[in-house]
């Protein structure tokens, strides 16, 4: 079956840096996607890597290791504003399709 | 910035009333999804739609859910006859079909409770 894990909690201190792991176990892989989810909120695309390394987006960063079946988002200089859910997804349904499986999500609590 | 919307933002319904939930997609995309998500939970795929019929549907859309696209703008979510287990928040997405490209764009949700 398909499964993705991530951690469901991380408390991280203001100005430091966080690393949510993801690993997933697909029956098929066509890429890894980010979604930050603050409370009540809906999910926000942050990144999407389909091949093996770093993707960088100012202060957020995603990589991937297609054959560790293992991707993690990095997030810099962290500010309270980041505290939220972090989501990974796969599109694991093929080249065509656009279905996104999520994992539970890592709840990122950043304080003063 | 263009974004989602979804009407309303939240619905109480009893069970077994038909409910339908309401999406306008970003104008210029193609593709659109429906998710929910039951509280405290992830994110689950129910339905993607594309050029007027369904792409692809999950375990979770059974006969009790249909999605309709009525006219250039909108796209609905219906479920027939509500049951308890379906109280969640809906999510509507929208994405561009662009090489490379596989953002989805999420909508604010609808807030589903049934009583």
């Known amino acids: 079956g398909q499964s993705l894990e991530q951690p469901s909690e991380v408390t991280a201190v203001e100005g430091a840096i966080v690393q949510i792991n993801c690993t997933y176990q697909t029956s098929g892989f066509y890429g890894l996607s980010w979604y930050q989810q603050h409370d009540g909120g809906a999910p926000t695309f942050l990144s999407y890597?389909?091949?093996?390394g770093l993707e960088e987006t100012g202060r957020f960063s995603s990589f991937l290791s297609r054959s560790d079946s293992y991707g993690y988002l990095l997030l810099q200089e962290l500010q309270m504003k980041d505290s939220a859910s972090y989501f990974c997804a796969v599109r694991d349904q093929g080249a065509g399709s656009y279905q996104l499986t999520f994992g539970k999500g890592t709840k990122l609590s950043v304080i003063p | 910035e263009p974004e989602v919307t979804q009407t309303p933002s939240h619905q109480v319904t009893q069970m077994g009333q038909e409910v339908i939930l309401r999406c306008v997609p970003i104008?210029?995309?193609?593709?659109f999804y429906w998710y929910r998500q039951i509280l405290g939970q992830k994110v689950e795929f129910l339905v993607s739609f594309y050029n007027n019929e369904i792409s692809e549907k999950s375990e979770i859309f059974d006969d009790q859910f249909s999605v309709e696209r009525p006219d250039g703008s909108n796209f609905t979510l219906k479920i027939r006859s509500t049951k308890l287990e379906d109280s969640a928040m809906y999510f509507c997405a929208s994405s561009e079909r662009a090489s490379g490209s596989y953002e989805q764009y999420f909508g604010p949700g609808t807030r589903l409770t049934v009583t």
């Open positions: 104008s210029n995309h193609l593709y």
């Open positions: 890597n389909a091949l093996d």
